[in-house]
């Protein structure tokens, strides 16, 4: 079965730190990549996504993504981060040309101190 | 222009007790998802609809049935809940497949637990 790994359950981080979360996927075929974001108590949102085109894809809220094909990777950075950061992140993989089902890794929490 | 709504939010069962799950969405999406989200594991996709009339089961379909009678509604069922049904289910809806380039639309979640 098809999995995608983040490496990091909880990260915690100050104020204007750097952020850095991976996230690494099973498959060698086509894939489209999403990074989803989920604040305390709220639905997922799309923080961006990759289809193709140039691997390094910006986001919403300053995020940037880059997509790495002999690495399985999509990692996910932030040059500073703000505590409204504060939030769980979700890698999601599209496996396959054609498909509409996406598998979620387990998601990272961060938590940034003021 | 309200996208993907779900009822209730919160709901606490006994084991064996029944409910169903109302998930609307109001952007004319053919896709329709359910998904459950469990501390450490992610979201793990429970059953899905590629249009008015069809399911499908995800990875994680037992002691769930759906139905999709409406192509707003996408309805999610527990027949006879247990305490491994706690968790927080989420809808989420789709214009087509991901591969053309759409994305997938969360609702808020319901929050469901089973004593």
């Known amino acids: 079965a098809q999995s995608v790994s983040q490496h990091n359950h909880h990260v915690i981080l100050s104020e204007a730190a750097s952020l850095e979360l991976g996230c690494n996927y099973s498959?060698?075929?086509?894939?489209?990549l999403f990074w989803y974001v989920q604040y305390p108590g709220q639905h997922l949102q799309l923080l961006l996504k990759?289809?193709?085109?140039?691997?390094l894809v910006k986001g919403i809220k300053g995020f940037e993504a880059e997509f790495i094909k002999s690495k399985f990777s999509f990692n996910l950075r932030k040059p500073s981060v703000q505590w409204s950061d504060t939030a769980e992140y979700f890698c999601?993989?599209?496996?396959?040309?054609?498909?509409?089902?996406?598998?979620f890794g387990k998601g990272t929490k961060l938590s940034v101190i003021p | 222009n309200a996208g993907v709504t779900q009822t209730p939010k919160f709901r606490v069962l006994k084991t064996g007790q029944s409910m169903t799950l109302l998930c609307a969405q109001d952007?004319?999406?053919?896709?329709m998802y359910w998904y459950r989200q469990d501390p450490g594991m992610g979201l793990r996709l429970i059953h899905y609809?590629?249009?008015?009339?069809?399911?499908a089961k995800g990875e994680v379909p037992d002691g769930y049935n759906v139905s999709r009678l409406k192509k707003q509604n996408f309805l999610l069922g527990l027949e006879s809940a247990a305490p491994s049904q706690t968790s927080v289910y989420f809808c989420?809806?789709?214009?087509?497949?991901?591969?053309?380039?759409?994305?997938?639309?969360f609702g808020a979640g319901t929050r469901l637990s089973v004593l």
């Open positions: 989420a809806s789709s214009y087509s497949y991901l591969g053309a380039g759409d994305i997938q639309y």
């Open positions: 990759y289809f193709s085109g140039d691997p």
């Open positions: 609809s590629v249009g008015e009339g069809t399911t």
């Open positions: 999601a993989v599209m496996y396959g040309a054609g498909s509409y089902q996406l598998t």
């Open positions: 952007m004319n999406h053919e896709y």
């Open positions: 498959y060698g075929g086509t894939v489209n």
